[in-house]
């Protein structure tokens, strides 16, 4: 375990993170404009990936490597190095890259935190953790995906709001369950 963090602070976390996330949308259906330019938005991608950066470099500094200890020191380097050639020559969907990667930082904590647990309840938590890696292995390798992703939804309010609906009720779900049965 890295994080020590139990089933019922991550569903706590993953529940109002999808409730938060999902309020603006739900209420303000306008906003799908503003969602349209993040895939292209150069200030979003340098913030989300200095995120990525912070905490993966935290990551490296911290976790128990075992026989690829002689790797730590390597990474160390390697990792601002990339982060800063990364700035210079990715200017395609660079969100877009920078929020798969926070997805697929993500999913380790909810997996963890899920692990060896008797709830049937966890699969909610589980399930979100998968979905965010797959959504993150193909915001990585394939960025113009989110971009299309945003236009299908934001084509009607009607499709706009149920998406984002969906999303407040799996929150709020993961969020009852956080303080009923974890």
């Known amino acids: 375990m890295i994080y020590h963090l139990s089933l019922q602070t991550v569903g706590i976390l993953a529940g109002l993170f999808l409730i938060l996330i999902s309020l603006p949308g739900l209420f303000k259906p306008h906003l799908a404009s503003v969602a349209q330019h ?33 790797f730590r020191r390597p990474l160390l380097i390697a990792l601002p190095v990339g982060y800063v050639l990364v700035l210079r020559f990715v200017e395609e969907f660079l969100a877009v890259r920078a ?7 993500a999913a380790e904590p909810l997996l963890d935190s899920a692990f060896l647990r008797y709830e049937t309840s966890r699969l909610l938590v589980t399930v979100f953790a998968y979905l965010l890696v797959v959504a993150g292995l193909f915001w990585v390798t394939m960025p113009y995906l989110l971009r299309d992703q945003i236009n299908w939804s934001a084509r009607s309010a009607f499709r706009w709001r149920s998406l984002h609906a969906i999303a407040f009720c799996y929150g709020a779900v993961i969020l009852g369950f956080a303080f009923s049965r974890y």
Do not use: H, K, Y
Request: neutral net charge; charged residues 10%; glycine residues 8%.
């Open 38 to 70: 993040f895939p292209r938005s150069r200030t979003a991608g340098v913030v989300l990936l200095t995120i990525s950066l912070v905490w993966t470099f935290w990551l490296l500094a911290t976790i128990e490597m075992g026989e690829f200890q002689a």
């Open 99 to 105: 929020l798969g990667i926070l997805c697929l930082l």
